[in-house]
């Protein structure tokens, strides 16, 4: 499943929902998991002299020093830049969406695809730990769509992507849209490649999210306030919310929406028509 | 529990090194993670066990460096150390800055045999 993750092997299962919303799962063997776990543990063959090294090694411990230098997450991040030149070279813009679940990523993705489609054209990548009730969701409006079951994994990464969008391939001029685990916290440190990251907080939600899951406002560059025709009925303080994600991303563009009622959603479109321009 | 991820990240790493190195075990493993790069690193200690039995590292020393936050102010210059990543500039309390220290991630040497 993951370049980083330690899942176990049958649970990064890629499924496809075809245009007709039919689930036609091509179960992939995924190599996302077949990294062969048995290669680390036998590079016995050598020679057969564990204990005899065992005796000479103790107290004087010399070693080697192998300095690396070397980033932790460096192979997702090189992934996640090869995703970014494909996207690039195709004139594709492609967003990562993260948020607590039930802020409502997958209804305004859904508005979103229903009022644009007509002029642009979707694809989309689910990101869930179990089910392909949101990719259903989705294939509903006929438009491509993956689901991503990361089974244990709290978290999408770029190697995850990168298989998924080959898959999917996505015409020129398009946009994908990652909707990722709903999850505050994993994701933000996982760059997927995506040229947008846009965190979504419902109003239903505290004030002060953007300070108690700092790194995820940190590192997104857009911010949709969900669900913005329930505040008549909510003691929710907007200002205090946009103060606290402007402490934490003083950059962070904000749009105020309601995926029910429709409000505030035109001008998140016209970003959307911008940045395909672009 | 992106920890789990990153302790299997790291000893993915250094089982390459250990390959290439043509080594026989690792002793010890030196990281730097950052007060500010978003890893507990008591999640990691507590899930590093169950990541690396039956790796190269199942008894490697591990020995965990971890700076502290430091910015430069984006309007006056200011160096100020950061406790959270949303701390304001203590001088003008811009909250516009330049993160110098704190994100570090990395592996920065094995000691191998």
């Given at each position: 499943m993951c370049v980083t993750c330690g899942c176990s092997s049958d649970e990064g299962t890629v499924k496809f929902i075809g245009r007709n919303g039919k689930s036609s799962h091509h179960t992939h063997a995924h190599h996302f998991h077949t990294h062969d776990h048995g290669k680390h543990h036998h590079d016995h063959d050598k020679d057969h002299d564990h204990f005899h090294d065992h005796n000479h090694d103790h107290n004087h411990v010399h070693g080697r020093e192998i300095n690396l230098e070397k980033e932790i997450l460096l192979k997702n991040d090189l992934l996640a830049e090869r995703n970014r030149g494909y996207f690039d070279a195709k004139n594709i813009f492609a967003i990562n969406m993260v948020s607590?679940?039930?802020?409502g990523k997958t209804s305004i993705l859904e508005r979103t695809i229903a009022d644009l489609k007509n002029e642009i054209s979707f694809s989309v990548i689910e990101g869930d730990q179990q089910t392909t009730n949101d990719a259903d969701r989705i294939a509903a409006h006929n438009i491509p769509v993956l689901q991503i079951n990361t089974g244990k994994g709290c978290h999408l990464d770029s190697e995850m992507i990168s298989t998924a969008v080959k898959e999917l391939a996505p015409k020129d001029g398009s946009i994908v849209v990652i909707e990722n685990?709903?999850?505050?916290?994993?994701?933000?440190?996982?760059?997927?490649?995506?040229n947008k990251r846009v965190v979504i907080i419902s109003v239903t939600e505290g004030e002060d999210k953007p300070i108690k899951y700092p790194d995820m406002f940190y590192g997104s560059q857009i911010c949709l306030i969900n669900k913005i025709d329930l505040l008549p009925y909510l003691k929710f303080d907007v200002e205090k919310l946009k103060n606290y994600a402007r402490t934490v991303n003083p950059t962070i563009e904000i749009f105020e929406v309601s995926a029910t009622s429709g409000e505030g959603m035109d001008k998140w479109y016209s970003f959307l028509r911008s940045s395909l321009i672009k | 529990m992106h920890e789990l991820s990153i302790a299997t990240s790291i000893i993915k790493s250094a089982e390459v090194e250990l390959i290439e190195n043509k080594?026989?075990?690792?002793k010890e493993i030196f990281l730097e993670i950052g007060k500010?790069?978003?890893?507990?690193i008591a999640s990691l200690t507590f899930v590093w066990e169950l990541a690396a039995k039956g790796t190269a590292l199942e008894n490697s020393k591990v020995n965990i460096h971890e700076p502290e936050g430091f910015a430069r102010c984006g309007e006056c210059s200011t160096e100020y150390h950061l406790e959270k990543i949303f701390d304001v500039c203590p001088n003008c309390k811009s909250p516009f800055k330049e993160i110098l220290k704190g994100k570090e991630l990395k592996i920065i040497k094995l000691i191998i045999d």
């Open positions: 607590s679940p039930g802020s685990v709903g999850n505050l916290v994993c994701p933000s440190m996982f760059d997927l490649g995506e | 080594a026989e075990s690792i500010l790069s978003g890893v507990e």
